[in-house]
Nanobody, 125 residues
């Protein structure tokens, strides 16, 4: 059964850090691009970061978080992490991980299909 489960969210002060995990089951994560998206209250869901399948291996980071966030895989755990540093109030939202429908695909042309349930991140003084 295909499943993506996010964890690691919480409440932090500006300048703090969090590490989100997307734990994957039902498929081999390295066969697919995996993305992180977020949605703030009253706003549309937006892309945050992506790691391509093992065929390409590249990552993509949104300009709004570049230099503060990074994405990585731990293959033996079938888990994709989003490391978030120097958090800002505008980073508040629900963070989701998602899987590309294309096997052995690349971030730039991903067709996002399955989604996790999300994990809440709140950044406030």
């Amino acid at each position: 059964q295909l499943q993506l489960v996010e964890s690691g969210g919480g409440a932090v002060q500006p300048g703090g850090s969090l590490t989100l995990a997307c734990t994957i089951s039902g498929f081999t994560s390295t066969d697919f691009a995996i993305g992180w998206y977020r949605q703030a209250p009253g706003k549309e869901r937006e892309p945050v970061a992506c790691v391509s399948s093992a065929r390409y291996g590249n990552t993509a980071i949104a300009d709004s978080v570049k230099g503060r966030f990074s994405i990585s895989r731990v293959n033996v755990k079938n888990t994709v992490y989003l490391q978030m540093n120097r958090l800002r109030t505008e980073d508040t939202g629900t963070y989701y991980c998602t899987k590309d429908n294309n096997r052995m695909g690349v971030c730039q042309t991903a067709d996002w299909g399955s989604w996790g349930q999300g994990t809440q991140v709140t950044v406030s003084p």
